[in-house]
């Protein structure tokens, strides 16, 4: 089955400055990778996701990349703010009739005022 | 418009018993799934549902059982609760087979002791 790992596990940085997470999967069959942030106690999040036929995509301070053929895609959020500070979960989605939904480990990201 | 709702929020059992969670997805979806989500990882995938049809099955074993109705609310039961069952069980909801972005409800805490 698919398998997704994620890095770091957590993830400090000064407020302003940018943070990098990082997700490889296994299954080339993959081909819908969403980003969750969630506060503690509260519901995951989608904060930006990206497709299997795209190779980056923005919104605002926060952006994904995808490297289909090394099967990894990365989080990247700049001029990082305390309210940025959460649980980052990435996902690899085989989608379509029948759905696999594999979410990664999560990464603790604390941005320091 | 009201989010995914689940109930209970909270909830205790003793190893043995048997468990009923309940979601309602957001007015107009069609596709409910399941997941568990334990303290420190990321959610795992149980189940997932599309006009009350199986459509998607994580790893997790038969103790483990799902429905949809009609109306597209869910229902997530578990039998034989064992001490690991305790996590937060999360419901997500999507607009349709084809539609990938889920939204997830606040969850149920089950506690199992």
């Known amino acids: 089955g698919e398998n997704v790992e994620q890095h770091p596990s957590t993830l400090s940085v000064q407020e302003g400055d940018s943070a990098v997470i990082k997700c490889t999967y296994s299954d080339s069959a993959s081909n819908y990778f969403p980003w969750y942030k969630q506060e503690l106690g509260k519901r995951p999040q989608l904060i930006i996701d990206?497709?299997?036929?795209?190779g980056e995509k923005k919104d605002q301070r926060i952006a994904v990349t995808l490297n289909k053929t090394a099967k990894h895609f990365s989080l990247h959020i700049t001029e990082t703010q305390p309210e940025d500070s959460a649980v980052y979960f990435c996902?690899?989605?085989?989608?379509?009739?029948?759905?696999?939904?594999?979410f990664g480990t999560g990464t603790k990201l604390q941005v320091i005022p | 418009d009201a989010g995914v709702t689940q109930s209970p929020t909270h909830l205790i059992k003793t190893r043995g018993q048997q468990v009923t969670l309940r979601c309602s997805p957001i007015?107009?979806?069609?596709?409910v799934s399941w997941y568990q989500q334990v303290l420190g990882q990321g959610p795992q995938f149980i189940f997932q549902y599309y006009e009350k049809e199986e459509r998607g099955r994580g790893n997790f074993p038969d103790r483990f059982s799902a429905r949809q109705f009609p109306n597209y609310s869910s229902e997530l039961n578990v039998n034989a609760l064992l001490l690991g069952d305790s996590a937060l069980y999360l419901c997500a909801s999507r607009l349709e087979v084809a539609n990938e972005k889920l939204f997830f409800g606040s969850g149920t805490q089950l506690s199992v002791l």
């Open positions: 996902a690899a989605i085989i989608s379509g009739g029948y759905q696999k939904v594999t």
């Open positions: 990206i497709r299997s036929n795209v």
């Open positions: 007015s107009g979806h069609k596709s």
